[in-house]
Every structure is written in C-alpha cells, then in structure tokens.
C-alpha cells in the first residue's frame, strides 16, 4: 500500500452498526457510474460527467487499489470514502514534508432517502474509515480539504473532530483545510453530504 504506507490491503470488511466498508466488486459499476454522473454529487467536486462517457471510460472492477472503500448499505454501494496522500504542490499542509493523509468522501442522493438515520451515513462510515487507519498508522494525522459553501461536508468535518488549520482560495472557491488526529474520539452520528473533498475524489483514481 504505497500510497499510505507499510499497511496490508485490503482490509477485512469493516461493519459498523448498519454499514460494511469493502473493497469495490464489479456489482458497484453501476453505483460509481451514477456517482459522477450525478449533479449532486458533483456540485463542489468539478461538476457530473457525461453518462456515455463514464460508460466507456469506467472499468468492470471500478475503484480496485489502496485506500479506497466502498459504502456498503443491505448488499448494495451507496458512496465511497478515499484516504490518499495530499499532493505536496496543492496548497494545504500541517507536516514539512508534506504528503499528508487526505479523507475524500462521496455518497450517492439515493442514500438520503434511505430508510435508517440518512443524515448519518457519512458521518459513521468516514468514522469507521478514520478508526482503521488510527489503528493501521497510529502516529499519522488526517488532512480534509472541501469548499466552505459545502455545508454539509462543514457540519460533517466538525462532528468527525477535525479542526481548522486554515482557509485559502483554490479552483475558484474558498476552502476549508483541517486536520484530524487519533488522540481525539470520533463520534459515530453526522450530515450525510453528496461530496467531499476534491482531491480524494478524482474519477480518475476511482474508476482506474
């Protein structure tokens, strides 16, 4: 697992009290190509992608490397979380060195309406994700970037106990940096937003 360090993947299935955190399956191609098909989703992401497009470019077993997990709601996907390292070139940085851990997340509008707590699912799956990696790399902290006018991945941030390094301007818009760190507990309850922050979520590296 290059990406985060000397840690096995993939992990056992997660199971929190009403999800599983899972490697991607070819089953999830059609939840990840609705993720950024979705107008929703991408409102503070970069916009949707033409559905044709995602239908040609979209491998069979989307989302298949290190530090991506799968939401997984009664069998069936209903977003992604992403931990990677934060590129040393973008603005945004709490270590020297740079190259911090970067939490991304998305959830499809589908899972709004679901029948348990919608508002949530994200916050018990990013906790869930944040618990492993405390337990995987206890000594590293958690980056999260996302746009303030996202009010609902600012109300998530906090409830998951990141606090506010700083804000700057980036694609456009101003963004919200914080850190998060094991030494703190991480509540299980929270908002449930359609996208977190941009870098983790480039289709990219979770179709490839």
Known sequence: MTELGPVAWPPAPIRTERLVLRESEARDRAAFIELFASPEVGTYIGGPRPRDELERAVPGVPGRRPGLFVIDLDGAMIGVITLDRRDAERPGHVRPDAGESELGYMVLPEAWGCGYAAEACAAEACAAALDWFANALPSEPVVLCTQTANDRSMRLAAKLGFT???????????????????????PMTGSCPAGGSRHSLSESRLVR
């Open 164 to 186: 506010e390094v700083e804000r700057f301007e980036e694609y456009g818009a101003e963004q919200w940096f914080g850190v998060w760190s094991s030494v703190r507990s991480v």
